[in-house]
């Protein structure tokens, strides 16, 4: 009898109903992270950020994605695919009154499902609209090569989570491996191969 197949990583954010479906697979010998999610009617998706290294698509197949991309509006409906690239600060919503589905990929696979399943770990456990600081600091601070959001002017922002990095780290917040993002737990999402029989 052989083991169950691995599941993707399923992440919902409490606050807003936000749901993503990440698994790593191969396609034509490329590791891709694919990307499945919903979004109620006129949901607030993430803030505006930057992924320096991956490209993400998606293909809408449920309501409309409005996105910023690089300052630029875009509506996207059902069967139309939106490009967020690499290096431009994008953010997405859905300002309709049906639910938004869709589904894509990011490449090539650097740490984006690890970023997101911490932030998702880091949101839930905040009340909402109000993500700890301290434990956000650590997630943004050990992505900081790979992911950028942009909640604030960039030299406040650098500063400001320095500030609360240090502040966690003299309040031992960031011991063991029971607190919000911590990196041991927060291993991302898993190969799954649709070829075994």
């Known amino acids: 009898m052989s083991a169950s197949a691995p599941q993707p990583l399923r992440l919902e954010n409490k606050h807003t109903g936000e749901v993503l479906e990440l698994a790593r697979r191969k396609e034509n010998g490329e590791i891709v992270l694919e990307l499945r999610g919903t979004l109620g009617p006129h949901g607030e998706g993430p803030p505006l950020h930057t992924h320096h290294f991956e490209d993400e698509m998606g293909t809408v197949t449920r309501g409309t994605l409005s996105a910023l991309v690089g ?115 927060c291993t991302g999402a898993p190969m799954v191969d649709d070829t075994a029989p």
């Open 71 to 185: 300052g630029q509006r875009v509506n996207t409906g059902p069967g139309q695919a939106a490009m967020l690239p690499k290096g431009v600060p994008h953010r997405w919503w859905n300002e309709g009154d049906e639910p938004l589905a869709f589904s894509g990929y990011a490449r090539p696979v650097v740490d984006l499902d690890r970023y997101l399943q911490a932030a998702f770990e880091v949101i839930n456990a905040s009340p909402k609209g109000r993500p700890s600081l301290i434990y956000f600091a650590h997630l943004v601070l050990r992505h900081r090569h790979t992911q950028s959001v942009f909640i604030m002017p960039a030299p406040i922002q650098a500063v400001f989570f320095r500030v609360a990095f240090v502040v966690g780290t003299l309040l031992g917040k960031y011991r063991g491996t029971d607190w919000p993002g911590c990196p041991a737990r």
